[in-house]
């Protein structure tokens, strides 16, 4: 696994309570980015044939450029049909 040390969602929303402008510009993120990004994570998941099952804020970090990235694959489960 990469080194990720961008801090995980929980971290960031505990410490500055939500992302403004300010924060979202330093991270190169934004609203709309951030979700696409989570939403296309999962959709890879789902299209490998993988329920992440225990998505929360403290398995999506972030990289040094700002991109989210989902974790903690311990409890998911190959989807079969």
């Keep these: 696994m990469d ?3 961008g801090g995980d969602l ?14 979202t510009s330093n991270y190169h993120v934004n609203l709309e980015f ?3 990004s989570v939403i296309l994570g999962l959709e890879f998941l789902h ?4 329920i992440h099952r225990d998505l929360k804020p403290e398995n999506i ?3 040094k450029k700002g991109y989210p990235r989902i974790t ?4 998911a489960r190959i989807w079969k049909p």
Excluded: A, M, Q
């Excluded at 929980?10 to 924060?23: G, T, V």
């Excluded at 299209?47 to 993988?50: E, F, Q, S, T």
């Excluded at 903690?72 to 409890?75: I, Q």
């Design 61 to 63: 970090v972030f990289d």
């Design 34 to 36: 951030f979700t696409c």
């Design 72 to 75: 903690d694959l311990g409890v």
């Design 47 to 50: 299209n490998k044939g993988i």
């Design 3 to 5: 080194l990720i040390n």
């Design 10 to 23: 929980r971290f960031h929303l505990i410490k500055n309570s939500k992302f403004n402008e300010e924060i």
